[in-house]
């Protein structure tokens, strides 16, 4: 366990030594204000609700998310610090899980960052926190999905660039899967089973119900297999390096 | 400390290390001399745990390497193939890490950074961050952190390669004052390292060991060893022909023994004959062999060869 922070904390100190952190938390915070009060009509609502905000996480984490994963296993792999990291009394699965931990508490933190959100709902009229509190998990779950993709495109190449576009492609499978235009155009030749099962396994469909408020078993087992599997795929293109 | 058995690895069709054993015990450093895709950095990889082998086994301090990852890396100390670390860190904070992954904590922690700090000379860097650091400064960071929990077994991939001649200098003084109670294996192609550091060598060509010995047996292996070169004022070739196979070098004679071991008796012979012959002498040496020699014959593939 310590050995994991250790790792963890290596890493979130090294999101900090270089711009990339303050790029990203700026630019994650002006367009999630960008989205959600220009695009997302957030006055125009008349609702006291984040549903403006939130809806546009899944298209906002397709292209930030990646930029935080792509760093993580690539980085080590080019400047061969993977090398000595794994040579270290850790085993694998332990650095695996310790960088994705750290970059998913990055991640969390400009989350977080986002409260001026909730307290503008707040002074503008009567929201459902409880709603909001969903949906924050909700986001929070959602981007550790992407991570966790974006975490196992890293390991595939020493090449960042590489790494992104593979990122954004697998989290855009992620949300198309789902998305209406895309269900819409399947019912016109799948049975309703096979649409039904190509939805499930889309990050929106299961977005969706935090945003209702709902914190339901099913969709939090659905981010966790996500992310646990895409750990575990981490691992094994991992072990494939090392073999040579 | 260190016992190899068998050990294959192969990559596609190619076999990169090809049948390797050896052993490395405890106050011996082990010079692993090998052409460039020989086969070093990948057995030294394995060795650490970073590369599983195709077959085989790599021992480490009693522990399967395979079997038990952890215990056996616990006992080593890396310093990887051009000194990789972590460039955004600063030397400090790079070493307050490798001693944490150590499972050193607070006061441990302090007290093994100080003392590979002054083991390496860190002490006026070590607020700078790494990607500023000279080569020679970033390969001292990165053996400071594989000494940094006074591992029982040290393993260097070309700790030398980039230094200037002052500073490889020293990192040869200061593996042999660390050979001194660890097991040592460390690569190189610079042979006049394995006089300064090794207590023995291990030459290594296309994944097969080709030679094992102490610097001096390498040596002998040399066709120059034990000749005799002299360079005197009247000296022939025909008077010298008696002793042995004579060459003409610029301006001076060498002479083979006939046997590889009568060396000290072809010195004398010389000298007696000089002595009888009256001939001015202006230098007398008798060759130790050259291991750049040796190198070169055992590993230049069979086409070169003259």
Same mark, same amino acid.
Request: proline residues 3%.
């Given at each position: 366990?310590?050995?994991?922070?250790?790792?963890?904390?290596?890493?979130?100190?090294?999101?900090?030594?270089?711009?990339?952190?303050?790029?990203?938390?700026?630019?994650?915070?002006?367009?999630?204000?960008?989205?959600?009060?220009?695009?997302?009509?957030?006055?125009?609502?008349?609702?006291?609700?984040?549903?403006?905000?939130?809806?546009?996480?899944?298209?906002?984490?397709?292209?930030?998310?990646?930029?935080?994963?792509?760093?993580?296993?690539?980085?080590?792999?080019?400047?061969?610090?993977?090398?000595?990291?794994?040579?270290?009394?850790?085993? +694998?699965?332990?650095?695996? #899980? /310790?960088?994705? %931990? =750290?970059?998913?508490?990055? @991640?969390? &933190?400009? !989350? $977080?960052?986002?409260?001026?959100?909730?307290?503008?709902?707040?002074?503008?009229?009567?929201?459902?926190?409880?709603?909001?509190?969903?949906?924050?998990?909700?986001?929070?779950?959602?981007?550790?999905?992407?991570?966790?993709?974006?975490?196992?495109?890293?390991?595939? +190449?020493?090449?960042?660039? #590489? /790494?992104?576009? %593979? =990122?954004?492609?697998?989290? @855009?499978? &992620?949300? !198309? $899967?789902?998305?209406?235009?895309?269900?819409?155009?399947?019912?016109?030749?799948?049975?309703?089973?096979?649409?039904?099962?190509?939805?499930?396994?889309?990050?929106?469909?299961?977005?969706?119900?935090?945003?209702?408020?709902?914190?339901?078993?099913?969709?939090?087992?659905?981010?966790?297999?996500?992310?646990?599997?895409? %750990?575990?795929?981490?691992?094994?293109?991992?072990?494939?390096?090392?073999?040579? | 400390?260190?016992?190899?058995?068998?050990?294959?690895?192969?990559?596609?069709?190619?076999?990169?290390?090809?049948?390797?054993?050896?052993?490395?015990?405890?106050?011996?450093?082990?010079?692993?001399?090998?052409?460039?895709?020989?086969?070093?950095?990948?057995?030294?990889?394995?060795?650490?745990?970073?590369?599983?082998?195709?077959?085989?086994?790599?021992?480490?301090?009693?522990?399967?390497?395979?079997?038990?990852?952890?215990?056996?890396?616990?006992?080593?100390?890396?310093?990887?193939?051009?000194?990789?670390?972590?460039?955004?860190?600063?030397?400090?904070?790079?070493?307050?890490?490798?001693?944490?992954?150590?499972?050193?904590?607070?006061?441990?922690?302090?007290?093994?950074?100080?003392?590979?700090?002054?083991?390496?000379?860190?002490?006026?860097?070590?607020?700078?961050?790494?990607?500023?650091?000279?080569?020679?400064?970033?390969?001292?960071?990165?053996?400071?952190?594989?000494?940094?929990?006074?591992?029982?077994?040290?393993?260097?991939?070309?700790?030398?390669?980039?230094?200037?001649?002052?500073?490889?200098?020293?990192?040869?003084?200061?593996?042999?004052?660390?050979?001194?109670?660890?097991?040592?294996?460390?690569?190189?192609?610079?042979?006049?390292?394995?006089?300064?550091?090794?207590?023995?060598?291990?030459?290594?060509?296309?994944?097969?060991?080709?030679?094992?010995?102490?610097?001096?047996?390498?040596?002998?292996?040399?066709?120059?060893?034990?000749?005799?070169?002299?360079?005197?004022?009247?000296?022939?070739?025909?008077?010298?022909?008696?002793?042995?196979?004579?060459?003409?070098?610029?301006?001076?004679?060498?002479?083979?023994?006939?046997?590889?071991?009568?060396?000290?008796?072809?010195?004398?012979?010389?000298?007696?004959?000089?002595?009888?012959?009256?001939?001015?002498?202006?230098?007398?040496?008798?060759?130790?062999?050259?291991?750049?020699?040796?190198?070169?014959?055992?590993?230049?593939?069979?086409?070169?060869?003259?």
């Amino acid at each position: 366990m310590r050995i994991i922070w250790t790792i963890a904390k290596r890493e979130l100190g090294a999101y900090f030594t270089s711009p990339v952190a303050y790029v990203f938390l700026v630019i994650f915070l002006l367009l999630t204000g960008f989205f959600t009060f220009t695009a997302g009509n957030f006055f125009e609502r008349g609702e006291a609700s984040l549903a403006a905000f939130f809806g546009w996480h899944p298209w906002l984490y397709l292209v930030l998310v990646p930029a935080v994963g792509m760093r993580v296993w690539a980085e080590e792999r080019r400047s061969g610090t993977m090398e000595l990291l794994l040579t270290m009394p850790v085993a +694998t699965w332990q650095a695996i #899980v /310790a960088k994705f %931990l =750290a970059s998913w508490i990055f @991640l969390a &933190l400009a !989350l $977080a960052l986002t409260f001026p959100a909730i307290v503008t709902v707040n002074v503008l009229g009567e929201p459902d926190n409880g709603i909001i509190a969903a949906g924050y998990v909700g986001s929070f779950l959602l981007a550790g999905a992407y991570l966790a993709v974006s975490c196992m495109t890293s390991a595939m +190449t020493r090449n960042q660039v #590489v /790494a992104f576009i %593979l =990122a954004v492609v697998m989290c @855009l499978f &992620l949300i !198309l $899967a789902g998305f209406n235009p895309v269900t819409d155009l399947l019912t016109r030749w799948a049975s309703p089973e096979v649409v039904d099962t190509v939805a499930a396994f889309s990050v929106v469909t299961h977005f969706d119900t935090f945003q209702r408020g709902v914190i339901d078993s099913r969709d939090l087992l659905f981010f966790l297999s996500v992310i646990g599997f895409a %750990l575990f795929a981490t691992g094994v293109i991992i072990r494939g390096h090392r073999s040579g | 400390m260190i016992r190899i058995e068998n050990l294959v690895k192969t990559f596609g069709a190619k076999r990169a290390v090809d049948g390797v054993s050896f052993a490395v015990e405890r106050g011996e450093v082990l010079g692993f001399l090998g052409p460039n895709g020989a086969g070093k950095s990948t057995t030294m990889r394995m060795i650490t745990g970073f590369m599983p082998p195709t077959a085989g086994k790599v021992a480490v301090g009693g522990y399967d390497v395979a079997e038990s990852p952890l215990e056996a890396k616990r006992l080593i100390g890396y310093l990887p193939e051009s000194a990789a670390s972590y460039a955004d860190m600063t030397v400090r904070g790079f070493l307050n890490f490798a001693a944490e992954m150590r499972g050193l904590h607070r006061a441990a922690r302090r007290k093994a950074v100080n003392r590979v700090v002054e083991l390496c000379f860190l002490e006026s860097v070590l607020g700078q961050s790494i990607d500023t650091l000279s080569k020679g400064y970033r390969q001292r960071t990165c053996l400071a952190q594989a000494l940094i929990h006074d591992p029982e077994v040290l393993v260097m991939d070309e700790p030398t390669e980039g230094l200037d001649p002052n500073q490889k200098h020293e990192v040869r003084n200061l593996i042999r004052k660390l050979g001194k109670n660890k097991a040592i294996v460390f690569s190189t192609h610079i042979l006049e390292e394995v006089d300064a550091a090794c207590t023995r060598a291990i030459i290594i060509d296309r994944g097969k060991i080709v030679a094992n010995g102490t610097p001096e047996e390498l040596r002998q292996m040399s066709a120059l060893a034990g000749a005799v070169t002299l360079s005197a004022d009247g000296a022939s070739a025909e008077k010298l022909s008696s002793l042995g196979r004579v060459e003409q070098l610029d301006g001076a004679w060498r002479i083979y023994p006939h046997e590889k071991g009568k060396a000290s008796e072809l010195a004398q012979a010389v000298v007696e004959l000089v002595a009888r012959e009256g001939w001015k002498v202006e230098g007398m040496y008798r060759e130790r062999g050259e291991l750049d020699e040796v190198f070169r014959r055992i590993t230049l593939p069979d086409t070169v060869k003259q």
